[in-house]
């Protein structure tokens, strides 16, 4: 099994002081890394995982980077600018930053922490008294489906998603999902500051 941790940067209205980091596992036993193979994982992710999650967010939300790194401090590392950002597509009437979509990654084994990920800044109109409004069902579910679903660049790369645990400085290994689902409008406690 061959780990690797995908970091997704985003900010909100253009602030790079203050970044948004979403981090997920990935396994694949035949990535070979390099600029090519990595370009393709890079516009597969962002075909199926962050347009999902832009879907999501409102649109001062800009998704900046994405950084690939095998486990190990001699690991290959790899980082995408987009350039032009990508912005989230739900309307401008935004929660306060620390307000956020909540998913879960469902463990495969009992012996196994489930993983989460939360994802803002989420627009006022995609919530009433804290409940996802109806028309969310639909983009909350995609996203879901697309966190669990493994993603295939080329003919054999076929990236699996994981729970990331990290086990030393440089180092981590994966588990395996049982799938992922939507929770709840949640919050960030680090973003309360």
């Known amino acids: 099994?061959?780990?690797?941790?995908?970091?997704?940067?985003?900010?909100?209205?253009?602030?790079?002081?203050?970044?948004?980091?979403?981090?997920?596992g990935y396994d694949c036993d035949t990535f070979v890394?390099?600029?090519?193979?990595?370009?393709?994982f890079a516009e597969a992710f962002q075909d199926q995982v962050i347009d999902n999650v832009r879907a999501l967010c409102c649109e001062q939300m800009h998704y900046v980077k994405l950084a690939?790194?095998?486990?190990?401090?001699?690991?290959p590392a790899f980082e995408w600018i987009y350039s032009p950002a990508r912005a989230g597509q739900a309307d401008?009437?935004?929660?306060?930053?620390?307000?956020?979509?909540?998913?879960?990654?469902?463990r495969a084994s009992v012996g196994q922490r489930s993983g989460a990920k939360r994802f803002g800044v989420i627009?006022?109109?995609?919530?009433?008294?804290?409940?996802?409004?109806?028309?969310?069902?639909?983009?909350?579910?995609?996203?879901a489906?697309?966190?669990?679903?493994?993603?295939t660049t080329g003919i054999t790369d076929i990236f699996?998603?994981?729970?990331?645990?990290?086990?030393?400085?440089?180092?981590?290994?994966?588990?395996?999902?049982?799938?992922?689902?939507?929770?709840?409008?949640?919050t960030?406690?680090?973003r309360k500051r």
């Open 92 to 106: 401008s009437t935004q929660m306060p930053k620390f307000v956020a979509w909540g998913f879960q990654y469902d």
């Open 123 to 143: 627009s006022e109109n995609s919530v009433t008294n804290g409940v996802a409004t109806g028309g969310m069902a639909a983009p909350l579910a995609a996203c």
């Open 33 to 40: 890394p390099s600029i090519g193979p990595w370009e393709a």
């Open 160 to 186: 699996t998603p994981k729970i990331l645990h990290k086990t030393g400085a440089d180092t981590f290994e994966g588990h395996d999902i049982a799938g992922v689902r939507y929770i709840r409008v949640t």
């Open 188 to 190: 960030q406690n680090s």
């Open 1 to 24: 099994m061959t780990i690797y941790k995908v970091t997704l940067t985003s900010v909100l209205d253009g602030d790079p002081t203050n970044p948004f980091v979403n981090v997920f």
């Open 68 to 75: 690939l790194v095998g486990s190990g401090p001699t690991a």
């Open 145 to 151: 489906l697309a966190l669990a679903s493994p993603i």
